[in-house]
């Protein structure tokens, strides 16, 4: 069946596939049929147990009926309506539910159609609102060593992971980088937030009496680094670059793409740490992975500073948009979605059975070639010991293998980062444990 069914897909020489090892995958190509739960249907009809939830996107599980309908229904209904200078009424039904459950702060919200989309979007917020306040001399922006935000010009600029900056200069300039707190001496097999590392966040207040206060804009954080290897931030760390922020009037960006909706067991990582930004950057669990969206969350004070500065009630405040943006169908779909996360208690039950997820990831400690294990709320990333010459190698055949077995992981480097959707229940966390036990203790 699986052959049958490989051969007959059109096109397969023909899709150029994102962030994939092309050559790799046509030779041995893997093809999901269906969804549903927190498992897919390979195409050989074997069932795939979803440990990474899609892409960290999929938090509510698949195949949501809720979802579905109310995709069906919108797109019946009005299948597109334009974004500028119009609008329909499930955006701002949409913008006023979204606003209920961020930090309370936040209370604008621009709409995108990615994660990378939403990163681009906050940047530019930043840089025009202080152009319109006068201060055109604050323009660097801040980011950390290892973040990921996105794959856009600006998001890669303030984006730390080197591989995907290769090859792409010149990049957006003005843009600084702290150092970021993974230490495996210090913190391997942290349960939770580090205790060691605090006083990596004394970097930005350095970097700040280097430049000058007045020339820095922002500071873009992934309060927990995903994609780089579930980094988790050190006990204060984060309330610490929130205060030196607010001692040198620096706005703060969270960028939530991943840890949003749930993941951490609160509706958002600021809520988890309980510390505020001034804006926020979401997608991925918006819809559920049904649709593309994203979002920007702003303060007040953001929006009205730019509407101050706008002297004439027909000049566009801000001009920046696409074409999707607030789509009809996207909004229904997170309707839903936001619907759903609250219907079922799923940041709760995130919460709930969290420190059994803890537990049972932990309990790879010992393994071979496992260095490092690491966890917050439902993420936990297993770092592996590099083979010598041949990075990325161990865990990507861990990753064959586990796929062959019937468990979905993701490998970021050599470190297996993992989020299984919010429905995950105990018996299936115990079967992604011993999958992928079994297939570490296998390997060389």
Known sequence: MSKKIIKNIIGLDKYWMPFTANKQFRSNPRILLKAKGVYYTKSNGGKLLDATSGLWCVNAGHGRKEISRAIKKQIELIDYSPAFQ?????????????????????????????????????LKIVHHYYALADKKEKRIIIGRERSYHGVN???????????????????????????HTHNLEKNSFSRGQPKWGTH?????????????????????????????????PPLGYLQK???????????????????????????????????????????????????????????KEIYETINQYTKSPFAIEFPHGYTYSGNPVSSAAALATLNLYKKEKLFEKAKKISKFWEDAVHSLKGLPKIIDIRNFGLMAAIELDPIKEEPTKRAFEIYLKCFDNGLLIRTTGDTIALSPPLIINKKQIEKIIWILGKIIKKSN
Do not use: W
Request: proline share 4%.
């Open 86 to 122: 119009m609008g329909h009424e499930k955006v701002f039904r949409l913008a006023e539910n979204l606003s209920n459950i961020l930090p309370k702060n936040i209370n604008k919200i621009f709409f995108t159609n990615s994660g990378s989309e939403a990163v681009e979007t906050s």
């Open 153 to 179: 010009y600006g998001g890669i600029s303030v984006s730390g992971i080197q591989n995907n900056r290769n090859n792409f200069g010149p990049l957006i300039t003005q843009i600084k980088h702290l150092p």
């Open 200 to 232: 990596l966040a004394d970097n930005l207040e350095n970097m700040i009496k280097k430049f000058g206060s007045k020339r820095i804009a922002a500071v873009i954080i992934e309060p927990i680094a995903g994609s780089t290897g579930v980094h988790v």
């Open 241 to 299: 670059i929130r205060k030196i922020c607010d001692k040198y009037n620096i706005l703060l960006i969270f960028d939530e793409v991943i840890t949003g909706f749930g993941r951490t067991g609160n509706a958002f990582a600021s809520n988890a740490f309980k510390v505020n930004p001034d804006i926020i950057v979401l997608a991925k669990g918006l819809t559920n992975g049904a649709v593309p969206m994203g979002a920007v969350g702003v303060k």
